[in-house]
């Protein structure tokens, strides 16, 4: 089945350490996000790419970083300069542009810092 | 003044009440507007595109207001499996979308 594939679902790590999240699409989907969920908040956009080789950061990119280096493939890492990683991370895509249309997500990674 | 606000709730009503929820925006130049539902600890879904015009979906209905900047849901014959998060979500001229914190629904049986 098509979709988006998020792992892993749950990851524990220690202050200091960094963590890569995986995010894998079998949609051909050109557009990948990544989006952090907060209680009490709305999703807020950490970086995103429209097409291979390249993305932008979204509002809140600072400790974060992320990879186009193939079409189904947009892992974010989640540095130790990141001051409050503990959330719920969410990957999507879109076969176009953001604002035009569905997203599709994938289950999430929530993460807790230990 | 956040740029999509809505009530977070949460909103209890019986099986087979209806019900609604509004979401505001801030941005008039906003271009596209959707419903997300979102179970608890689940991944968001896209529920309905809200069109000028309105729209309809079964017991689902959007529509926007672009004079008072909002944006409607209403649910009709409320369901269990209807007890979820409803996301508002804005689309504008700066090519980026923008969640509401969601309104959650919870039906009692």
């Known amino acids: 089945d098509g979709g988006i594939t998020q792992s892993p679902k749950y990851l524990f790590r220690k202050e200091g350490q960094n963590v890569t999240l995986s995010c894998e699409q079998n949609l051909n989907h050109d557009a990948m996000y990544w989006y952090r969920q907060d209680p009490g908040q709305g999703l807020r956009l950490i970086y995103y790419s429209q097409i291979v080789n390249d993305f932008q950061k979204g509002d809140i990119a600072e400790g974060y970083s992320v990879s186009r280096e193939k079409k189904e493939s947009f892992p974010l890492t989640v540095t130790s300069a990141q001051k409050n990683p503990t959330a719920f991370y969410l990957c999507?895509?879109?076969?176009?542009?953001?604002?035009?249309?569905?997203?599709?997500f994938g289950e999430g990674s929530r993460l807790t810092v230990l | 003044r956040k740029e999509v606000e809505q009530d977070p709730g949460p909103f209890n009503v019986p099986e087979g009440a209806t019900v609604a929820f509004n979401c505001t925006y801030s941005?008039?130049?906003?271009?596209?507007f959707f419903w997300y539902r979102q179970d608890c600890r689940k991944e968001p879904k896209l529920l309905m595109s809200v069109y000028s015009s309105g729209n309809e979906d079964g017991r689902f209905t959007a529509q926007l207001n672009r004079a008072s900047q909002y944006i409607s849901l209403l649910i009709r014959d409320s369901k269990l499996s209807d007890s979820a998060t409803y996301l508002c979500?804005?689309?504008?001229?700066?090519?980026?979308?923008?969640f509401g914190t969601g309104t959650l629904l919870a039906v009692q049986p």
């Open positions: 941005n008039s130049a906003s271009q596209s």
């Open positions: 999507a895509s879109n076969p176009r542009a953001l604002n035009t249309g569905e997203l599709f």
């Open positions: 979500v804005v689309g504008g001229a700066t090519n980026k979308l923008i």
